[in-house]
């Protein structure tokens, strides 16, 4: 069974929702990230995203393409990043995500990407510049691998949003709003509208992601679904703090997992 | 998966969800709007009676005498108003967007003329215009970054990444994701997700139309061969698509090799690049082996892109257009000796095509026709090919 969809299972019986939490692998270097990771797992975040730095990332706010930045500058690539997969598969078993633009997964070779995401321990890929009426193919190699691709549906998805939800695996990556990845001081979608039409065609757990900041907003967000995804102000710490974040990572991630 | 769209294996419509909707919308109302009558009527009027379309078709006598072979026809969208082929595109999708009841317009722009055709038709129908270009570009292309606040536009300095056109083009469909309820992105480019890449070709393909009816007039045959310059490729995309179907037809295409294709400093995509999937669409991209778009490099801020449209990808990996790479100084060479042979002065961008045109010509017999489309004027390069020749304008 994959990792994500016995970690909802999990959750489900304890009557918990998920955290997700979010780092740009080798930001700023592939030890940091490694303690990142295993501290937020401490911390209580239940499933993280490992996000893959590239060059033009035209689904991200100022935070993240400047970790994204920070990572490339480092020396970071797809063969250091599946190499700290398998650092921390020898300490954790919960499940780990890659967040990847397509060409990434294009020049890698999707044979190639699949097999080690398989052997190295990832369990789901989230590719933002790629709609659902282009995942099939990527989708249906992928299944072969039991790797789950991760769909994402907007308020602006409107119709499509039955399509989307129906067809999905792992868990539906709802966006909270219109605009890139970064924090928010306010929502003006109709949650209650959104929710209610993923809610009726969700084929697996949804989650809800992008501009959550706040132990309050996590609160609040996690009241219409199954969990809530946090990434760019946990960005912001690595950023500020750098290597010296770990700590810093913790307590905020322990702050959001207490309220949930 | 649609098939629509694609060329070949080239195309799609890969951009983010959130954007998903309005990219059907457009596509819908694209549909809806391409045949209508009065759609078609309005952008007949405002080519002919604001844009100053049909582009004349000048016989090069001089250029044609002096190279000895072909004779040299210049397709001449140097003298549309705003001084480019980019108003074509414009015209057509802002008559689109008006319809579509968009009252904020963003683009993206390189050397600034799509910035400054974009601006300018919003200015004439009254549209909020927000432009965004690399702050590197900002910087060598000031009289465009002027011209454009002078109409009215916002221009936002893109300096993410490496602060040119695909910078550019990303902080532009980072807005569009934010405000996707009131804002029309007006590509300038054969580039994207469909259906720009259909739509701006559509909106660019009276060009090869008008030369097809112009020699007909003057010498009653096709040309034996049309050159463009590729950037992205809308006006290489105009200039040949009604002659796809006609084979004895050779077009090619001339790409920027910066400082030479073995240096890191070029933008020769087709020659350089490989297969990939960025900003919209499948299509050929200069990359490194783990997908990172590499920088480019040109002396011309309008052909400096890392990738090119899909039918481009298309027509070159089928062999229909061949695409051949013009470094910065025989670019600059072709600027001068056309400047001084037809006295024309060319687009920094078009004068890679004519670099192009002058090789080929003499290898052409005096019985064969070559046209050039200068999809420029070359004003704004000035200060540019004045510092390469190490004169400083400004200053002197």
């Given amino acids: 069974m994959n990792r994500i969809d016995r970690c909802f299972a999990d959750l489900k019986a304890k009557g918990k929702k998920a955290l997700i939490t979010f780092i740009t692998a080798g930001d700023p270097d592939m030890e940091t990230s490694k303690k990142a990771v295993l501290k937020m797992f401490d911390s209580g975040a239940d499933i993280i995203e490992l996000g893959v730095p590239f060059s033009d990332p035209i689904a991200e706010g100022v935070t993240i393409q400047k970790s994204s930045k920070r990572s490339l500058d480092g020396g970071t690539n797809l063969d250091m990043i599946f190499d700290l997969v398998v650092e921390l598969r020898k300490e954790t078993d919960k499940p780990l995500l890659l967040m990847m633009y397509i060409n990434t997964i294009v020049a890698y070779g999707t044979e190639k990407f699949f097999t080690n995401c398989k052997d190295k321990g990832i369990d789901g890929v989230i590719v933002p510049d790629m709609p659902y009426e282009e995942s099939g193919e990527l989708k249906d190699e992928a299944r072969g691998y039991g790797i789950h691709i991760i769909n994402l549906v907007a308020p602006t998805s409107r119709d499509r949003i039955k399509k989307i939800a129906s067809n999905s695996q792992g868990f539906l990556y709802c966006v909270s709003s219109t605009g890139v990845t970064g924090t928010r001081s306010t929502f003006t979608t109709d949650f209650e509208s959104f929710f209610g039409a993923i809610g009726e065609n969700a084929a697996c757990p949804y989650c809800v992601g992008f501009g959550i900041s706040s132990p309050e907003q996590a609160k609040k967000m996690s009241a219409y679904c199954d969990g809530v995804i946090v990434g760019s102000a946990i960005v912001r710490i690595m950023e500020e703090k750098g290597a010296q974040s770990i700590e810093a990572v913790g307590e905020f991630v322990k702050s959001l997992s207490e309220v949930m | ?396």
């Avoid at chain 2, 994701?177 to 590509?187: A, D, G, L, P, R």
């Fill in chain 2, 1 to 396: 998966m649609s098939e629509k769209g694609k060329f070949g294996k080239y195309g799609g419509q890969f951009v983010p969800e959130t954007v998903m909707n309005a990219v059907h919308e457009l596509e819908d109302a694209y549909d809806r709007y391409k045949d209508d009558p009065d759609f078609k009527k309005e952008l007949a009027f405002y080519y002919k009676e604001y844009a100053n379309r049909p582009s004349l078709l000048y016989y090069a006598e001089h250029m044609t005498e002096d190279l000895g072979g072909a004779k040299i026809y210049i397709k001449r969208e140097d003298l549309n108003h705003t001084g480019a082929h980019k108003i074509n595109n414009v015209l057509g999708q802002i008559l689109l967007a008006k319809r579509m009841g968009k009252k904020r317009i963003i683009a993206e722009t390189g050397a600034g003329q799509h910035g400054v055709a974009t601006a300018t038709v919003c200015a004439l129908f009254g549209l909020e215009c927000c432009v965004y270009m690399g702050s590197e570009d900002v910087e060598r292309q000031s009289l465009n970054v002027y011209r454009m606040r002078l109409l009215g536009s916002d221009v936002v300095p893109v300096s993410s990444g490496t602060g040119t056109l695909k910078d550019a083009i990303n902080e532009a469909m980072r807005d569009w994701c934010t405000n996707i309820e009131t804002t029309f992105y007006c590509i300038g480019s054969v580039m994207g997700p469909h259906p720009y890449p259909v739509m701006v070709r559509d909106f660019q393909k009276i060009i090869s139309e008008e030369i097809k009816a112009q020699l007909m007039e003057k010498e009653v045959k096709l040309p034996d061969c049309v050159v463009a310059c590729v950037g992205g490729g809308s006006n290489a995309m105009g200039a040949f698509y009604d002659f796809i179907g006609d084979e004895s037809v050779r077009l090619v295409g001339a790409e920027a090799a910066g400082r030479g294709i073995d240096t890191p400093f070029h933008a020769a995509t087709l020659t350089k690049g490989k297969y990939g999937i960025f900003h919209g669409m499948k299509s050929i991209f200069l990359q490194n082996e783990f997908g990172q778009i590499d920088p480019v490099y040109s002396i011309s801020a309008g052909l400096d892109y890392p990738g090119i449209g899909p039918e481009h990808a298309y027509l070159w990996e089928t062999g229909r257009a061949e695409y051949v790479d013009v470094t910065d100084e025989e670019a600059v060479t072709a600027f001068e000796y056309l400047s001084k042979t037809e006295g024309i002065i060319p687009a920094i961008e078009s004068a890679h095509a004519v670099s192009v045109a002058m090789k080929i010509a003499p290898t052409m017999s005096k019985d064969q026709i070559l046209v050039i489309n200068l999809s420029g004027r070359g004003d704004k390069d000035v200060y540019s090919v004045g510092k390469y020749r190490g004169v400083d304008i400004e200053n002197s």
